[in-house]
C-alpha cells in the first residue's frame, strides 16, 4: 500500500478511525495514541524513522463531551521528500517548479522569480479539489525536499471579519 498517497488523498476528511490505526503503526508515530481518545483541538504526530509529521484537528472540541474518533479530521501533512515516495506522481529529483505545474496546478502562490531570488524555494499549489500542496524545491529548483499538504474548506470573507 502506499500510504504517502492514501495520506494525501484525506487531507481535510474526517471519519478515518481505522485508517489512522493502520496509517499510525506504518508511519510508527510519536506519540502512539493515534487517533486520541481523548478530546483535544489539535494533536501533532511526528515519525522520526519515516520523515513525516502530521496534524489532527478535532472540531468543535470545546462542545464535545467525549472523544469520537471517526470526527478527527486529518489536517496538515509534511513530508520529507527524500525518505518517502511522494503523492500526485511527483518525482523527488527530477521535478521543477514548471513540471509540477503541468502535474498539480498552474494556480500557484510563490514561485515568481523574485521569490527564488529571495530564497524562498516553495511553490504553494491549489488544486480543484481543495486540496493545497507545498512543494519545497532545493536550492537549484531541481529536485523536491518537502511536501506538504492540507486541504482548503472554506474561506472567509475578509469584509465580514472583525477588526482586530
Avoid at 521569490?115 to 524555494?121: E, V, W
Wanted: hydrophobic share 40%.
Amino acid at each position: 500500500m502506499d500510504w504517502v498517497s492514501e495520506a494525501a488523498q484525506r487531507i481535510g476528511c474526517c471519519g478515518l478511525a481505522e485508517w489512522l490505526l493502520e496509517f499510525a503503526s506504518w508511519a510508527e508515530l510519536t506519540p502512539t495514541e493515534c487517533p486520541p481518545s481523548g478530546l483535544a483541538k489539535k494533536v501533532d504526530y511526528a515519525s522520526l524513522s519515516r520523515g513525516l509529521k502530521m496534524t489532527l484537528l478535532y472540531p468543535f472540541a470545546e462542545r464535545a463531551a467525549s472523544a469520537d474518533p471517526q470526527a478527527w479530521v486529518l489536517h496538515d501533512l509534511e513530508i520529507d521528500a527524500s525518505r518517502l515516495p511522494l503523492p500526485c506522481g511527483l518525482n523527488v529529483s527530477a521535478e521543477t517548479p514548471r513540471s509540477t505545474q503541468r502535474k498539480l496546478s498552474a494556480d500557484t502562490a510563490f514561485g515568481r522569480s523574485v521569490d527564488f531570488r529571495d530564497g524562498n524555494y516553495r511553490v504553494v499549489h491549489y488544486l480543484s479539489d481543495g486540496r493545497v500542496v507545498g512543494v519545497g524545491f532545493k536550492p537549484i529548483l531541481v529536485g523536491i525536499e518537502s511536501l506538504h499538504l492540507q486541504r482548503i474548506v472554506t474561506m472567509p470573507d475578509f469584509r465580514t471579519m472583525g477588526t482586530p
